[in-house]
C-alpha cells in the first residue's frame, strides 16, 4: 500500500529526519515513536504529501506521492491531525461531511449518500449520538474521535494518525486505541504516532523508533521495543515486565540509562 | 440534520419577506411620507405603464427606489465579505474594516476621484486598493507567528487601515478645497443620499459576481475554516480557494466603498447575528447573512433620513450598534462561536 523508501523530510533546506524505510500492507499497522521534537509530525506531513520530501520517495498504491493530485492524495491517504479547538460551531455530522471533500467535484455539495456515509462512520466509532452536536461543545475524547470518522468518510485504504491518544484521559484513549484494532480487522493500512511504547506494543504490527529523525529501529513491535532501544530513545532507564497473558508492558525505573547493568 | 437545514430555510425565508415589507415601508418613509397603498399604486402604474408623474411619482420611483436599491446591495455586499472573511480567516472577529479593506478600497477611491476618473476606474482602482491591503495583513500577520493569532490579525488590520487613513488624508490635504474635497469627504462619510439609478446599475453587477462566486463554492468554503494541513490532506487545493474567496469578498468590499464610502461594522455584525440563526455551515450561512444584511443596511439607512431634520451618516448609526456588538464578541472570544 504504502512504500517509503529512503525518505529525507523537513522544511525548505532545514533537515528534520532521513534514511526512513518501510513498508505497510493491506490491513497492517506501524506505530511511530519518538520523544518530542524527533520529527514525527514532519514524517507524517510528508508522508501525506503536505510537506515535499527533501530526497527518496513515497509511493501510494503504486504511484509517486508527489504526482498525485490533491484529490487523489486525499482518496488514498486520511490524516487524523491532533485535535484542537475549532473556530467555529460546525455539527459534527457537518464537520464528518467535509471528509467528503475528495468525491465531490468544486462546485458540488454533500448528498444523501454522503450523509448515510458520514452516519456510517460515526456509527462505525459508536458514537452517531453526536451528529448534531456542535464540535465545539465536545469533550476533547469525544472529538479524536469525530476527527477518525471524518477520515473514515474519506473511504481511504490508508490512515494516519498523528498522536491519536494524546491529551485524552485513560478511558478515552482506551477506546480510541481499540477503534485502532477493529480499523486494523477491516483492512486498513494504519499508522500512527504515540508516546507510550505499551501502546505500540499491544496495538501495532510493527513499530520504527525515531531518534533526532533518524531510524533507531525498525522492526516488529515486539522486537523493535527491546528496554535498551527505549531506553535510549526516551534517555530514562525502563524495565519491561511481563502483565499477564502475553503481553508486557513497560516500567520507568530509578537510574540513569545503563546503570542497571 | 434535515431538521437544522429546515430551519435554515424557514429563518432566510421569513427574512427573505421581511425584507420585502421594509422595502415597502422604506419606499413611503422619510420627510415626504407616503402612505403605503400610495406606494403600492405607484409601484403598480410603473408595472402597468399607467404612471402619471407627479411629486410622490418622483419621489418613490427616482429618488427612493434607486437608494433603496444601493442600500440592499451594499448591506449584501458587506455582510456576504464579512462571513467569507472570517470563515477564511477562522476568526469571527474579522472583517472589511478591521481587515483593512475598506480602508484600502477608499484609497484606492480617493485617489480616482483626486485624478477625476470615471466611476468604473474608481471601482477598479477601490479593489486593487483593498486587494493590497488585505495582502498586507495577511503578509504582516503570518510574519509575526504570534501567540494570540485571532487578535494578531486584528491589530494587524487596524495598523494598517490607520496607515492607509494616513495617505487618505494626504490625498484630501492635496485636493481642490472647493469641489474636490467636500467630494470627498462626504463620501468617506458614507452615504447613500446620492444614490442614483447609475450608481445600481454599477454596483449589481460587481456584487451580483462576487456573491456567484461565493455561493457557488459555499460548502468547500466550509473546509477553509479547518487549519491548513487538515483542509489540504482533504483533498482541498486551499491556495487557489483561497485567492478566489478573497479576491470575491474584496471585490464585494470595493464596489460597495466605491458607491457609499466607508460604512463600518455590518460586515463584523451581520454574519455573527445569522451565525446564531443558521449555524457556521456556509452554503446556509451566506444566504442569511446576505438577506440580513440587506435588511440591516435598509433599516439602518431608513432611520437615517426620517430621524432628524437633516439626515444622519448611516456609517455613524452602524457604529452605535456595531461598538457594543463587538465588545461583546472579544469578550467571548476564547469561548465557541
Redesign the interface.
Known amino acids: 500500500m504504502l512504500d517509503v523508501r529512503d525518505l529525507a523530510f523537513g522544511f525548505g533546506s532545514r533537515r528534520v529526519g532521513s534514511d526512513v524505510t518501510f513498508s505497510l500492507a493491506r490491513g497492517e499497522t506501524l506505530a511511530v515513536l519518538g520523544g518530542n521534537g524527533a520529527g514525527k509530525t514532519t514524517l507524517f506531513?510528508t508522508l501525506?504529501g503536505?510537506l515535499p520530501a527533501q530526497a527518496g520517495s513515497v509511493q501510494v498504491g503504486g504511484d509517486a506521492l508527489h504526482s498525485l493530485s490533491?484529490?487523489e492524495?486525499?482518496?488514498r491517504?486520511?490524516?487524523v491531525?491532533q485535535q484542537?479547538?475549532?473556530?467555529?460551531?460546525?455539527?459534527v455530522?457537518?464537520a464528518v461531511l467535509?471528509?467528503r471533500?475528495?468525491r465531490?467535484s468544486?462546485?458540488?455539495?454533500?448528498g444523501e449518500s454522503d450523509?448515510r456515509i458520514a452516519r456510517d462512520a460515526l456509527a462505525r466509532l459508536g458514537v452517531e449520538g453526536l451528529?448534531?452536536r456542535?464540535v465545539?461543545?465536545l469533550s476533547g475524547g469525544e472529538r479524536q474521535l469525530v476527527l477518525v470518522a471524518?477520515a473514515l468518510a474519506?473511504e481511504a485504504p490508508i490512515l494516519i494518525l498523528d498522536e491519536p491518544t494524546a491529551s485524552l484521559d485513560f478511558g478515552n484513549r482506551a477506546r480510541v486505541l481499540s477503534e485502532i484494532d477493529r480499523l486494523r480487522g477491516t483492512g486498513l493500512s494504519i499508522v500512527f504516532s504515540t508516546h507510550e511504547p505499551d501502546h505500540a506494543l499491544t496495538h501495532a504490527d510493527r513499530a520504527l523508533l525515531l531518534a533526532e529523525g533518524k531510524p533507531l529501529a525498525l522492526d516488529a513491535s515486539d522486537r523493535a521495543l527491546t528496554e535498551s532501544n527505549v531506553a535510549q530513545l526516551y534517555g530514562v532507564n525502563v524495565r519491561r515486565v511481563m502483565a499477564g497473558g502475553a503481553r508486557s508492558v513497560f516500567v520507568v525505573e530509578e537510574g540513569r540509562p545503563g546503570e542497571r547493568r | 440534520?434535515s431538521?437544522?437545514s429546515s430551519r435554515a430555510w424557514f429563518v432566510s425565508g421569513t427574512a427573505a419577506l421581511g425584507l420585502v415589507v421594509l422595502v415597502l415601508l422604506a419606499l413611503g418613509a422619510g420627510r415626504y411620507p407616503i402612505s403605503a397603498s400610495e406606494v403600492a399604486a405607484i409601484l403598480w402604474s410603473h408595472v402597468d405603464g399607467t404612471s402619471r408623474g407627479g411629486t410622490a411619482d418622483a419621489v418613490v420611483w427616482q429618488i427612493r427606489f434607486p437608494r433603496i436599491g444601493v442600500a440592499l446591495l451594499v448591506g449584501a455586499a458587506l455582510a456576504s465579505a464579512g462571513a467569507a472573511y472570517q470563515?477564511l480567516f477562522?476568526?469571527?472577529l474579522v472583517a472589511p474594516d478591521t481587515l483593512g479593506v475598506s480602508s484600502g478600497s477608499a484609497l484606492g477611491a480617493v485617489l480616482g476621484i483626486f485624478l477625476g476618473a470615471g466611476f468604473v476606474a474608481i471601482e477598479v482602482a477601490a479593489f486593487a486598493g483593498g486587494l493590497l491591503a488585505v495582502g498586507a495583513v495577511m503578509a504582516i500577520a503570518s510574519r509575526l507567528r504570534a501567540h494570540e493569532p485571532l487578535v494578531t490579525l486584528i491589530l494587524t488590520g487596524i495598523v494598517v487601515a490607520s496607515l492607509l487613513g494616513a495617505a487618505i488624508s494626504l490625498v484630501k490635504y492635496l485636493a481642490d478645497p472647493y469641489n474636490q474635497l467636500p467630494a470627498i469627504t462626504f463620501w468617506l462619510l458614507g452615504s447613500f443620499a446620492a444614490a442614483s439609478g447609475g450608481e445600481v446599475r454599477s454596483l449589481l453587477p460587481a456584487v451580483a459576481l462576487a456573491l456567484i462566486v461565493l455561493l457557488?463554492?459555499?460548502?468547500?468554503i466550509?473546509?477553509l475554516?479547518?487549519?491548513e494541513?487538515?483542509a489540504?490532506?482533504?483533498?482541498?487545493?486551499t491556495k487557489r480557494l483561497r485567492a478566489i474567496v478573497i479576491a470575491a469578498a474584496t471585490l464585494a468590499t470595493a464596489a460597495s466603498v466605491a458607491v457609499s464610502g466607508i460604512i463600518g461594522w455590518i460586515g463584523l455584525v451581520v454574519p455573527h447575528m445569522a451565525?446564531l440563526c443558521v449555524?457556521?455551515?456556509f452554503?446556509r450561512l451566506l444566504p442569511a447573512t446576505a438577506i440580513f444584511g440587506a435588511a440591516f443596511m435598509l433599516a439602518i439607512d431608513t432611520l437615517a433620513r426620517s430621524i432628524a431634520p437633516i439626515e444622519v451618516p448611516p456609517g455613524v448609526l452602524t457604529a452605535v450598534v456595531g461598538t457594543p456588538v463587538f465588545i461583546f464578541l472579544l469578550a467571548r472570544s476564547r469561548?465557541?462561536?
Open positions: 506531513r501525506l503536505l490533491p484529490i492524495r486525499a482518496r491517504l486520511a490524516y491531525p484542537h479547538v475549532p473556530a467555529f460551531g460546525f455539527s455530522e457537518e467535509m471528509g471533500a475528495a465531490l468544486t462546485f458540488a455539495r454533500p450523509r451528529a448534531p456542535p465545539t461543545e471524518r474519506q | 440534520m431538521g437544522l470563515h477562522r476568526n469571527p457557488t463554492l459555499a460548502w468547500r466550509n473546509l475554516a479547518l487549519p494541513d487538515e489540504r490532506a482533504l483533498g482541498v487545493d451565525r449555524g457556521p455551515e452554503s469561548r465557541a462561536f
